[in-house]
């Protein structure tokens, strides 16, 4: 097993010229720094929704999980603190373009539409407010960037970059996983406002969908029960974590300030709460599951 890459949240390995393991940690990054504090179980959580969504999905596209329970593990990965966090997954040619979909105005989508009246080139009608949901889901694709934030782009320059054919199939593709998605987290009392796919190729040339799905680090989850127009809800996401680091004052330089012992236990309550109303299952259930 080679050691490929180390992100700021995940590990990645190779086991062979087909497979890569996935490993999901449990830190937590704000403002594009790690901080000093990880946030039990989280990396459990992300890979758990992830596994559940992949399941969920797979009608619409196919995907490259090949294994996560532990007899499906390579024995390097196959011990207690892995235990749940480690997806075997196919080997793939990312495609450098993050699939985006928004069901509702917030975050730079908002921003953008304050200033000029679109996102990503949707001209979108006038008087909207933020938090609200949008006519119909969009997709705004967004360049992957290596260090720093995503930067969200039109339909146009993701053409440059992945062809017009195969634009029209991710953006396909990337709607029909939102409003299916959207749909099962209304059932659940949760507003999925928008998330991020990531979709790679195949040895076949095949569109396959990879990495987290539909995750509160990929997305933006409110509850509904607290969902109300122009503020930004609360959320099941770090967005709890970024205000305890504003109100400090924190200039968002490196090293980031330690948590409290409650804002970490906040913040792994509210991805829990996440990963058991979507999954419909405790996160002890899914952890027993894992183990086989």
């Given at each position: ?9 995940r ?43 992949l ?29 749940g ?100 987290c ?6 999925l ?43 099941y ?56």
């Amino acid at each position: 097993m080679k050691a490929l890459t180390s992100g700021k949240v995940r590990e990645l390995y190779e086991l062979d010229d087909h497979r890569l393991a996935l490993v999901t940690s449990d830190r937590i990054s704000a403002y594009d720094v790690i901080l000093p504090s990880p946030i039990p179980d989280k990396g459990r959580v992300l890979t758990g929704l992830s596994i559940h969504w992949l399941a969920q999905t797979e009608d619409i596209v196919p995907n490259h999980l090949l294994g996560w329970r532990r007899s499906e593990l390579p024995d390097e990965l196959a011990d207690e603190d892995a235990i749940g966090r480690v997806m075997v997954v196919k080997r793939l040619e990312m495609l450098q373009v993050e699939c985006v979909a928004r069901g509702y105005l917030a975050g730079s989508g908002w921003r953008d539409y304050e200033r000029t009246g679109a996102v990503c080139g949707h001209e979108l009608p006038t008087g909207l407010r933020q938090a609200e949901q949008l006519p119909s889901p969009i997709f705004t694709p967004a360049t992957k960037a290596v260090e720093g934030h995503d930067e969200n782009i039109t339909r146009e320059q993701a053409a440059e970059i992945v062809g017009t054919e195969t634009l029209a199939a991710l953006e396909r593709i990337t709607l029909a996983l939102y409003e299916r998605a959207a749909d099962a987290c209304r059932r659940a009392g949760i507003i999925l406002a928008d998330t991020k796919f990531e979709i790679g190729l195949d040895e076949e040339g095949r569109l396959v969908l990879a990495d987290e799905v539909v995750t509160p680090d990929s997305s933006r989850f409110w509850p509904a029960e607290d969902w109300r127009l122009d503020v930004s809800p609360p959320s099941y996401d770090k967005q709890y974590v970024r205000d305890w680091l504003d109100s400090t004052g924190w200039d968002h330089a490196p090293p980031a300030p330690v948590l409290p012992d409650e804002v970490v236990r906040g913040t792994r309550d509210r991805y829990v709460t996440a990963y058991e109303r979507i999954a419909g299952r405790s996160l002890a259930d899914y952890m027993q599951e894992a183990s086989q």
